[in-house]
Nanobody
Framework: QVQVVESGGKLVQAGDSLRLSCIITGSTTGITATGWFRQAPGKEREFLGRITWSREHTYIADAVKGRFTISRDNPKNTMYLQMHDQKPEDTAVYYC?????????????????WGQGTQVTVSS
């Protein structure tokens, strides 16, 4: 019923900026937040931040705070992850996900609907 599609990943150079998009369609009733995650080779999936569905309240993880921001366009189903000053360690597959329930969760297991991921590669 819910479809999540990320886009915008590409090869960039260190120091570049890049914006990823996430579009959620289908039955959005009950969604409390959308989150951004990433997973680098050999590492666990990492929580990056979230935006609440109803009030547009955002939270950014400390690891990327100051470089990454999350925003949303009207209608509510379009989210963005804006990344500045990209570093090689940002290389990963980036995911968007929707959650029903506790909006503050940082656990990937609490997010039920996931996109296919979009690859971001940062060269040095």
């Amino acid at each position: 019923q819910v479809q999540v599609v990320e886009s915008g990943g590409k090869l960039v150079q260190a120091g570049d900026s890049l914006r990823l998009s996430c579009i959620i369609t289908g039955s959005t009733t009950g969604i409390t937040a959308t989150g951004w995650f990433r997973q680098a080779p050999g590492k666990e999936r990492e929580f990056l931040g979230r935006i609440t569905w109803s009030r547009e309240h955002t939270y950014i993880a400390d690891a990327v705070k100051g470089r990454f921001t999350i925003s949303r366009d009207n209608p509510k189903n379009t989210m963005y992850l804006q990344m500045h000053d990209q570093k090689p360690e940002d290389t990963a597959v980036y995911y968007c996900a929707a959650r029903r329930g506790i909006s503050s969760s940082e656990d990937p297991k609490d997010y039920a609907n996931w996109g296919q991921g979009t690859q971001v590669t940062v060269s040095s």
